[in-house]
């Protein structure tokens, strides 16, 4: 999330999906976002003091999609997976928008919670949600990480179109 973040357009309207206590919100805030910080419980995010943040609770797992219409400079989603609506999400980004996704991966179940196939993502799940909506990919991997505890993870970093005046992501060797 840090190393990426900065890729999302200056002053773009940012979502922070699944919000829950916000830590993202408050980085997408730091960075001078306007930051739309939804979950179906608000109750830790409006402890959050921040102008830049408006938290809002929305159940979006239910039928109709909360967010038609809304258009976002950057969506960052962390530990959520609701398949029905994943493909909503490029439908929210503006040209230019940076897309930042983490979440639970097959294999995880061998270390706790989620152990759930519906919350888990299938191998390379991401990378071909990102080629079937024409996202150009900056970043992905399918991974076992250590912190903050041992899961399966997949991380995509993906713009809706080109990434216009900003700085290159610096790779480490």
């Not at 706790?112 to 888990?120: A, C, H, T, V």
Request: hydrophobic share 45%; proline share 7%; net charge neutral.
């Amino acid at each position: 999330m840090v190393r990426f973040a900065p890729l999302i357009p200056k002053g773009a309207i940012a979502l922070d999906l699944a919000c829950g206590s916000g830590r993202h919100s408050q980085l997408l805030a730091h960075l001078g976002h306007c930051v739309l910080a939804v979950d179906q419980d608000i109750s830790a995010i409006q402890n959050v003091l921040s102008s830049a943040i408006t938290p809002k609770c929305l159940n979006l797992e239910e039928g109709a999609w909360p967010l038609s219409g809304s258009k976002f400079g950057g969506i960052v989603v962390t530990n959520y997976l609701y398949r029905p609506h994943l493909d909503r999400l490029p439908e929210l980004l503006e040209e230019g928008g940076v897309l930042i996704y983490e979440t639970f991966a097959l294999g995880n179940e061998k270390f706790g919670k989620p152990s759930n196939p519906n919350f888990l993502l299938n191998p390379g799940e991401l990378l071909a949600f990102a080629a079937r909506h024409g996202l150009k990919v900056l970043a992905y991997e399918d991974i076992y990480v250590d912190e903050p505890k041992p899961a399966m993870v997949q991380r995509l970093c993906a713009v809706k179109g080109m990434l216009k005046d900003r700085i290159p992501l610096q790779f480490q060797a």
